[in-house]
């Protein structure tokens, strides 16, 4: 019998196979059903979605004229009584001055500033009490001229404030010079029994004068420490057996920024990121927008020639940010600096280290270190008291650690100067403060020269050494509790909010009751001045930053912190709504703000009444857009971002009404019966600070 062929199956093993090529094929067929199944159950939901997605868009169309007119109508009823209430506030401030009749000019005059200036100029007054009280007034007129110089309009008319203002500042300055003067002339009266010098400190509120006279000429003195001024300062040999006085003179305010900012300027162009400040025409996205600023906060109503966004199906509708060929538009108004226009902007030359009054800032105030040739003293002869009177006045002494070489030899090398400042109590240094010297040539700050920089956290000190004697500030980056962790703004009751930051250093939390803002900190060191303490928002906004606490941006502040990207139209529109409603909801940030894209904005909310923290699973996430807003499905835990709305919600034009869809009636009559200097005082936070785009 022959065998079988190898290779060749058997039967059972025929069968095998065939039953399980059956078996593949039922299951592919399976697959391929289920997978069929799949596709058209999802291209049902698709044109389920996509059919309601149009109904509720249709819906919103129908309804927007009129949610666009009650959005309108409530902005224009709140702007109108903030500038009522403004404009009776400016009337009494005036006649208050008026009935004062303390002598004071007024800074708007300019006839009335100069005739002041000169009169104070030829005043004889020497004796440092009388001085500084001379000084405070004239400190306070200083303070209104930047307020004046922060509103005008006029170029010509600024530059007469500028003109004024570095005159009287200019003028303040001589005046200390004077009174040091003064003081040094008599020195030999003032005599320490331990030392043999003359050493004093003279303090006021905006000053504190160190003065030491060089009258025992020791070779091996070594330093000289104001301990009630927590300054100290170190001389080299030469100096410690010449006939000479040394001065430290702290100002808690700072004229030399203000005067280098005014120096040192050129033509900036912000950026379409930041909110406008002047006339323009910017490039948003695919559309060119054509802004012209108003006044009115109530009026944020532009013309937009915009592609529709992907899930529209309206060829041209108008957003929250037009009506009704409104003309005027009116953004947040950046934080701005009280000298020049805000398009202007410090030219910076980093390899000279000339320090960039944008990215940093004094803290602190100016400490002015001279020495002076020590005056004649004194003379007492047969009853008589002589002083020798020089026409030139006090004489600055000259010193350079580095002396130029004579008759072609290399330079000699002189020790330097050296400095110890404790931080002054009343500012807060986040960072390590960095040491900027005043470049009277150049009239800037400058971080070179600086040698021998030793910091003490644990004391609050940093001591340092420099080849001349020179003005100093302690210096800080000017943003750098920027940018955000996150934020809250949550209702205290009516008319009531509190509005946390946590920033990249220190958490910031600020209460605001009616037009009032209090802060407060869990840290009290350097702000015990300020928290507490109720004031007006643009006051804390100005006590914040000077005492370096800045949370408050302005249209440069996106070149020195990241930030995220988005239509300042749209962003303007949110905090203004966001005001309205501050009174029954709680807003806080969202990780999916900086996954939305550039025209949108994410952020989650809540009703809330009462003043206690609100609780994790009362958040929801809203998306505002140009076109309209919508509830969003996903939660902040959500794998993925995705911009489906909320089940059973619906699409509205103004964001506003698409939170009253949810709230109660209680709360919907809260926010209808809020303040308008509460309203005003929250959307002013917001604009200063815009959390939506840099956290």
């Known amino acids: 019998m022959p065998q079988k062929k190898a290779g060749k199956l058997s039967k059972a093993q025929r069968a095998k196979r065939q039953q399980e090529e059956e078996e593949r094929r039922l299951r592919e067929e399976e697959e391929a059903r289920i997978r069929t199944e799949r596709e058209e159950q999802e291209r049902v939901e698709r044109e389920t979605k996509h059919k309601e997605v149009e109904r509720l868009e249709l819906k919103d169309l129908e309804r927007r004229e009129a949610e666009l007119k009650e959005l309108h109508h409530l902005l224009e009823e709140n702007h109108t009584a903030v500038t009522k209430w403004k404009t009776e506030a400016e009337e009494r401030a005036e006649w208050e001055r008026y009935m004062r009749c303390d002598g004071a000019p007024d800074p708007v005059v300019q006839k009335e500033m100069n005739a002041y200036m000169s009169l104070w100029r030829d005043d004889p007054e020497v004796n440092i009490t009388l001085v500084l009280q001379q000084c405070n007034l004239a400190l306070q007129l200083v303070d209104e001229l930047e307020d004046l110089l922060k509103d005008v309009t006029d ?258 090398p002189c020790p330097l100067v050296g400095v110890s400042v404790t931080l002054p109590d009343y500012v807060v240094f986040l960072e390590a403060p960095q040491v900027a010297r005043w470049d009277a040539a150049g009239k800037q700050w400058r971080m070179d020269g600086i040698t021998n920089i030793s910091y003490d956290e644990s004391e609050a000190k940093i001591s340092f050494k420099m080849d001349s004697f020179q003005a100093f500030a302690l210096m800080q980056k000017t943003y750098a509790n920027l940018p955000f962790q996150s934020w809250e703004l949550r209702p205290l009751g009516q008319d009531s909010a509190l509005y946390t930051v946590n920033g990249a250093f220190m958490n910031i939390s600020i209460t605001i009751q009616d037009n009032k803002c209090m802060l407060q900190s869990e840290q009290e060191g350097g702000l015990s001045h300020l928290i507490g303490k109720w004031m007006s928002g643009s006051d804390l906004q100005k006590a914040m930053v000077d005492a370096g606490v800045n949370i408050f941006v302005n249209e440069y502040t996106h070149k020195y912190v990241s930030s995220t990207a988005k239509d300042p139209l749209t962003e303007h529109a949110a905090y203004e709504q966001m005001a309205l409603f501050s009174s029954a909801c709680a807003f806080s940030w969202s990780k999916w703000n900086a996954k939305c894209g550039a025209e949108h904005l994410v952020m989650q909310v809540c009703e809330h009444h009462d003043p206690s923290p609100v609780p994790k699973d009362s958040w929801s996430l809203y998306l505002l857009g140009a076109q309209r807003s919508r509830k969003l499905a996903i939660t902040e835990t959500s794998e993925a971002f995705s911009p489906d709305h909320y089940p059973g919600s619906e699409f509205h034009s103004t964001f506003i009404h698409l939170l009253q869809d949810t709230m109660s009636p209680s709360g919907v009559a809260r926010t209808r019966n809020s303040h308008h200097l509460f309203v005003d005082t929250v959307q002013s936070l917001l604009c200063a600070t815009r959390p939506l785009m840099y956290s």
């Not at 003195?221 to 057996?241: D, I, N």
């Not at 937009?304 to 992907?310: A, G, I, L």
């Open 155 to 412: 170029p010509q008319e600024g530059q007469k404030y500028q003109e004024v203002l570095i005159n009287l500042q200019e003028l303040i300055h001589s005046k200390h010079h004077l009174a040091t003067e003064e003081i040094l002339k008599s020195a030999s009266e003032n005599v320490s029994t331990e030392t043999g010098n003359m050493q004093t400190v003279i303090k006021d509120d905006n000053i504190t004068l160190c003065l030491w006279a060089n009258l025992n000429k020791i070779p091996r003195f070594k330093s000289v420490s104001f301990s009630e001024a927590g300054l100290s300062f170190e001389l080299p040999k030469q100096l410690a057996v010449s006939d000479i006085a040394v001065r430290i003179l702290h100002t808690r305010y700072d004229h030399l920024s203000s005067l280098a900012k005014m120096t040192h300027l050129r033509t900036h162009t912000p950026s379409n990121r930041v909110y406008p400040a002047m006339q323009s025409t910017q490039r948003l996205g695919e559309r060119e927008v054509r802004m012209h600023i108003s006044q009115s906060a109530a009026s944020l109503w532009s013309r937009r020639n915009s592609p529709e966004p992907e899930d529209s199906q309206v060829s041209h509708v108008q957003t929250q940010m037009e009506a009704l060929d409104v003309t005027s538009l009116s953004v947040c108004s950046p934080v701005r600096d009280p000298i020049g226009p805000p398009e202007e902007h410090t030219v910076i030359n980093p390899v000279a280290q000339v320090v960039d009054l944008m990215e940093y800032r004094p803290l602190g105030g100016v400490f002015y270190y001279d020495a002076f040739h020590l005056p004649p003293q004194i003379q007492y002869a047969h009853g008589w008291k002589f002083v020798q009177v020089l026409r030139t006045g006090m004489q600055v002494f000259s010193y350079q650690a580095e002396k130029s070489g004579l008759d072609g030899h290399e330079a000699l």
